[in-house]
C-alpha cells in the first residue's frame, strides 16, 4: 500500500514496513534483455531496500516519483539495469549490519524518468 506519506508492506492485515517517502534514496528496475521486467528495488536512505516484483511495476514507481517530488521538491534517481534480476543492486540487512551497500553505478541514472 502507498499514501502520500509513506510505502507500506503489509501481510494478513499486518504492517511489517513502512517507508518514509522522503527516506527513498533512488528506484531501479531491470530492463531488457532482462526477463525480470516486473522486479524493481526502493533503495532506503536510511535502513535497508525494498525489493518487489509487481505486474504493476511501472504504475507503482510513477506513483512514487510523483509523491517524492511534491515532498522533496525534486525527482527521486531512477536506474535501469540489465542484470537476471536486482540481487547485486539491493542493500539487504545483512549488508547494513556491515556498513556495506549495493548502489548501481552512476552511469545507470537514467535522466528521462525525471519528471518535469
Do not use: W
Amino acid at each position: 500500500m502507498i499514501t502520500d506519506e509513506h510505502i507500506y508492506n503489509i501481510h494478513k492485515k499486518e504492517i511489517k514496513r513502512a517507508i518514509a517517502i522522503k527516506d527513498v534514496s533512488a528506484l531501479i528496475k531491470c530492463i531488457p534483455p532482462s526477463k525480470s521486467l516486473t522486479e524493481f528495488t526502493v533503495q532506503v536512505q536510511t535502513s535497508y531496500d525494498y525489493r518487489l516484483i509487481s505486474p504493476r511495476r511501472d504504475e507503482i514507481i510513477d506513483l512514487i516519483k510523483r509523491l517524492y517530488i511534491v515532498k522533496m521538491n525534486k525527482n527521486v534517481p531512477i536506474y535501469h539495469v540489465t542484470s537476471k534480476d536486482l540481487e547485486v543492486f539491493t542493500t539487504t540487512e545483512k549488508d547494513m549490519e556491515k556498513g556495506e551497500n549495493r548502489y548501481p553505478p552512476r552511469d545507470f541514472r537514467v535522466e528521462s524518468e525525471d519528471l518535469q
